[in-house]
């Protein structure tokens, strides 16, 4: 009944995915389980949407029943290039607890009209949301932006940064 549970990008590994068109969608990696869902970006991922209304999202994990987390150490590129677009670096989404962790770069970039980008997002329905970030994150938009965002139906919302320096690598 799992679709996938723990998917790993290895440090040496390269996705790219590109979307054209309005509404396309690009997904670095995209991960949904019936229960637990883990995914882990440890190499480099670029996701670009160019259309109206188009997603371009690097790390996502989503569990139905379970927990779900996403975390990072190297490096996501993620461009929103259409209007109306959605930029997203780093996701989770869960019934049950939802976790991500960046130790590693996110750049999300919502290039349009009202486009919105968003570094680091967790969601949990039923649990508590949490997010550790020691990495740089970026979000810049020509509508909104977050840098790390969290939000808990139930639980409690545990949104961590540690990043202290002051210039990007």
Do not use: C
């Not at 390269?14 to 995914?39: E, L, M, P, S």
């Not at 670009?48 to 779900?68: E, P, R, V």
């Not at 919502?110 to 949490?130: F, I, L, P, R």
């Amino acid at each position: 009944d799992t679709y996938a549970r723990d998917v790993r990008n290895s440090s040496l590994g390269t996705i790219t995915a590109n979307a054209t068109g309005d509404f396309g969608q690009a997904w670095g990696i995209y991960v949904t389980a019936v229960d637990d869902a883990h995914v882990y970006n440890d190499g480099t991922i670029y996701a670009t949407a160019s259309g109206k209304y188009g997603t371009a999202t690097g790390l996502f994990g989503y569990s139905q029943t379970g927990a779900a987390s996403a975390s990072n150490t190297g490096t996501i590129i993620v461009d929103a290039r259409g209007d109306f677009g959605q930029a997203r670096g780093e996701y989770a989404a869960a019934y049950g607890d939802a976790t991500v962790a960046n130790s590693g770069v996110i750049h999300a970039t919502a290039y349009g009209y009202a486009g919105t980008a968003t570094g680091m997002a967790v969601y949990s329905a039923n649990g508590n949301a949490s997010t550790n970030n020691s990495g740089y994150v970026f979000a810049g938009a020509f509508g909104d932006a977050t840098g790390i965002g969290g939000i808990a139906a139930v639980g409690d919302v545990d949104l961590t940064n540690t990043y202290a320096d002051s210039t990007h690598p």
